[in-house]
């Protein structure tokens, strides 16, 4: 399938589940500590001290059903307790939408909603990425196998989902840092796709 062909291709629910967990650990910005201080703690403290972000990404998709990589562009958009928001702007609008428990793609003008309820591996993952956009340590190591590497300069966190179901849609998410900016973001599919986003921080007005 070329780039061209996508343009009519619908992403099934793995991938919109994907595109939560890359959307709410893109807005991760972490404040600076000293190399002596830094460890998980520190790194949820200093989340849990922001309530909201906002981010512009550019992302690179390999799939296996399609011969060439897919990239495209857009805004991110978190704000607590429960809002996630993800702008697709090139190479088509797309924006995909979670707060609360109900879920909204929207699309070449249709959206379609669910709700996290009547797909619990669904929410599984999104309940693990509000803890750690929340800062909530103890929820976040209820769901996942959390290994941080690194220091403030340079750090890398790596999340590998408990539960069964979960991972076998996402197998692990690797994020990486330098200072306190979130500058590289990979997320490695169970079925062999990845995604890598690139990340700009902005200031909330």
């Known amino acids: 399938m070329t780039p061209r062909m996508t343009e009519g291709f619908h992403r099934p629910l793995h991938l919109y589940v994907t595109c939560i967990l890359v959307l709410a650990t893109a807005l991760l910005c972490v404040?600076?500590?000293?190399?002596?201080?830094?460890?998980?703690e520190t790194l949820m403290h200093a989340l849990a001290?922001?309530?909201?972000g906002r981010a512009t990404y550019v992302e690179t998709k390999t799939m296996a059903i399609l011969n060439v990589p897919i990239k495209s562009s857009g805004e991110l958009r978190y704000a607590a307790p429960d809002l996630l928001e993800m702008r697709t702007l090139k190479p088509r609008p797309q924006t995909l939408v979670v707060q609360g428990n109900?879920?909204?793609?929207?699309?070449d003008g249709r959206r379609r909603q669910f709700s996290l309820r009547s797909h619990p591996e669904v929410a599984g993952l999104v309940?693990?990425?509000?803890?750690?956009?929340n800062g909530n340590l103890r929820a976040l190591t209820r769901d996942y196998r959390v290994t941080l590497e690194?220091?403030?300069a340079r750090w890398s966190l790596t999340l590998v989902p408990l539960d069964a179901?979960?991972?076998?849609?996402?197998?692990?998410?690797?994020i990486g840092g330098r200072e306190n900016w979130v500058r590289t973001i990979a997320v490695q599919q169970a079925d062999g796709d990845h995604s890598s986003l690139?990340?700009?921080q902005h200031a909330m007005p």
């Open 127 to 133: 309940d693990g990425i509000r803890a750690t956009l």
């Open 165 to 174: 179901t979960v991972r076998a849609r996402v197998r692990q998410v690797r």
């Open 198 to 200: 690139i990340i700009q």
């Open 150 to 152: 690194g220091d403030a």
């Open 49 to 52: 001290q922001r309530p909201a």
């Open 31 to 40: 404040p600076l500590a000293r190399a002596a201080d830094w460890n998980l």
């Open 102 to 107: 109900q879920v909204s793609v929207e699309a």
